[in-house]
């Protein structure tokens, strides 16, 4: 393709500005080309909650926001899921503890379901007890959240640690703990249609 085609190419793409949902203030994700508009939705945009907060310590938690809607040159987006950095999970594990990890299915109030994976270290080992105890902790508390919040505070709990912090103030009764956090999560299915998962979704399984 000469040069000449390649400068066309790209003169013909329009730019647009990615935008976080209002329950993350409408932050701006990024800009974004298209030669059709239409080519632009269902797209999954990737930031970190740094990018979101501006707080350093925030980049360890990555997340996926897919563009739903077209307002101008504005492209709205809802929330997909997150996951903590691999550098991050690996940097919480140490020898002669114990990692508690539970993954579990769940429905907001207004309909939305997520997978939700969430972890827990301990200061050393403990009992295979303990760790079923631990689990049902986080079971009942991502249960009882998700059925009273509605998707946006549900995923505002969720990234911004309150239901970890809920978690780890339960569980620490049992044995003491380093560290709990909802290392990801994906939404599976919106209020629209229920009845299917979402397609763009399996590539953050």
Same mark, same amino acid.
């Given at each position: 393709?000469? /040069?000449?085609?390649? *400068?066309?190419?790209? *003169?013909?793409?329009?730019?647009?500005?990615?935008?976080?949902?209002?329950?993350?203030? !409408?932050?701006?994700?990024?800009?974004?080309?298209?030669?059709?508009?239409?080519?632009?939705?269902?797209?999954?945009?990737?930031?970190?909650?740094?990018?979101?907060?501006?707080?350093?310590? %925030?980049?360890?938690?990555?997340?996926?926001?897919?563009?739903? *809607?077209?307002?101008? @040159?504005?492209?709205?987006?809802?929330?997909?899921? %997150?996951?903590? /950095?691999?550098?991050?999970?690996?940097?919480?594990?140490?020898? *002669?503890?114990?990692?508690?990890?539970? &993954?579990? !299915?769940?429905?907001?109030?207004?309909?939305?379901?997520?997978?939700?994976?969430?972890?827990?270290?301990?200061? /050393?080992? #403990?009992?295979?007890?303990?760790? %079923?105890?631990?689990?049902? #902790?986080?079971?009942?508390?991502?249960?009882? @959240?998700?059925? !009273?919040?509605?998707?946006?505070?549900?995923?505002?709990?969720?990234?911004?640690?309150? &239901?970890?912090?809920? #978690?780890?103030?339960?569980?620490?009764?049992?044995?003491?703990?380093?560290?709990?956090?909802?290392?990801? /999560?994906?939404?599976?299915?919106?209020?629209?249609?229920?009845?299917?998962?979402?397609?763009?979704?399996?590539?953050?399984?």
């Amino acid at each position: 393709m000469s /040069s000449k085609k390649v *400068r066309d190419k790209w *003169r013909s793409k329009a730019w647009y500005t990615a935008v976080a949902p209002p329950y993350f203030g !409408n932050v701006e994700l990024g800009t974004i080309p298209a030669d059709e508009p239409e080519k632009l939705i269902g797209r999954v945009m990737e930031a970190t909650l740094y990018d979101i907060t501006g707080d350093f310590s %925030h980049q360890y938690l990555k997340l996926y926001f897919q563009i739903t *809607r077209l307002e101008g @040159k504005t492209a709205r987006t809802m929330f997909k899921g %997150h996951e903590y /950095s691999r550098d991050y999970l690996r940097s919480l594990v140490r020898r *002669r503890t114990t990692k508690v990890d539970g &993954i579990f !299915n769940v429905s907001t109030k207004d309909g939305y379901r997520f997978r939700v994976a969430v972890c827990a270290f301990t200061l /050393s080992r #403990i009992k295979t007890s303990q760790e %079923h105890a631990i689990r049902k #902790i986080m079971a009942k508390m991502v249960d009882d @959240k998700s059925a !009273n919040l509605t998707m946006d505070q549900f995923v505002q709990e969720m990234v911004l640690g309150k &239901i970890a912090s809920d #978690i780890y103030n339960e569980a620490r009764k049992i044995v003491p703990l380093r560290h709990v956090g909802v290392r990801k /999560s994906k939404l599976l299915t919106q209020v629209a249609q229920l009845q299917a998962p979402l397609q763009s979704t399996e590539q953050q399984s």
